[in-house]
T-cell receptor
Framework: AQTVTQSQPEMSVQEAETVTLSCTYD???????LFWYKQPPSRQMILVIRQEAYKQQNATENRFSVNFQKAAKSFSLKISDSQLGDAAMYFCASLEYGNKLVFGAGTILRVKS | DTGVSQDPRHKITKRGQNVTFRCDPI?????LYWYRQTLGQGPEFLTY????????KSRLLSDRFSAERPKGSFSTLEIQRTEQGDSAMYLCASSRGLAGEGEQFFGPGTRLTVL
């Protein structure tokens, strides 16, 4: 069974600085997908970035990038030039064939001005 | 079409009552998912549909829970004889495309409080 672990319950970053959120996962599949979702307070979850396991190149979306280490089953999210609007709960999730997402427990990101 | 919608957004009920939630997915999406999220935790998968067929159900979905997607469009999730442990946010998501490739778009959720 898939498992996703986020070991940082809470992180803080100064505005304009860089922060990295950690995630490890376990899967028996060779083909799978990994995601980071953002859930602002009282707002709906939105996709930040996705990574396909068969692609070696790390995904990047503007200020968001991942460090995907397949052998280590690690999938961290780096947020550069942090903004106040980045404050939210961030969930790491994995998806195997069959379409159900498995989420980690989440990391609360606080951005200080 | 502006995204996945869910109704109601909040529901307060007494233990033992039945409740029903509705989800309207993005119109061209053939897959629809239900998740449950308790406070401070990540969402947990409950069930999913491809068109009108319910293809997978989690063990979390007890006999008191039933979900339908009668015409492959909107879906309903019913909880019978609610218990206090059912209090949670119920999230709906939809996607399209081949297995494993479709990004899941989430609705705002229905927050259930069982007194």
């Amino acid at each position: 069974a898939q498992t996703v672990t986020q070991s940082q319950p809470e992180m803080s970053v100064q505005e304009a600085e860089t922060v990295t959120l950690s995630c490890t996962y376990d899967t028996s599949e060779s083909d799978y997908y990994l995601f980071w979702y953002k859930q602002p307070p009282s707002r709906q979850m939105i996709l930040v970035i996705r990574q396909e396991a068969y692609k070696q190149q790390n995904a990047t979306e503007n200020r968001f990038s991942v460090n995907f280490q397949k052998a280590a089953k690690s999938f961290s999210l780096k947020i550069s030039d942090s903004q106040l609007g980045d404050a939210a709960m961030y969930f790491c999730a994995s998806l195997e064939y069959g379409n159900k997402l498995v989420f980690g427990a989440g990391t609360i990101l606080r951005v200080k001005s | 079409d502006t995204g996945v919608s869910q109704d109601p957004r909040h529901k307060i009920t007494k233990r033992g009552q039945n409740v029903t939630f509705r989800c309207d997915p993005i119109s061209e999406h053939n897959r629809l998912y239900w998740y449950r999220q308790t406070l401070g935790q990540g969402p947990e998968f409950l069930t999913y549909f491809q068109n009108e067929a319910q293809l997978e159900k989690s063990r979390l979905l007890s006999d008191r829970f039933s979900a339908e997607r009668p015409k492959g469009s909107f879906s309903t999730l019913e909880i019978q004889r609610t218990e206090q442990g059912d209090s949670a946010m119920y999230l709906c998501a939809s996607s399209r495309g081949l297995a494993g490739e479709g990004e899941q778009f989430f609705g705002p959720g229905t927050r259930l409080t069982v007194l």
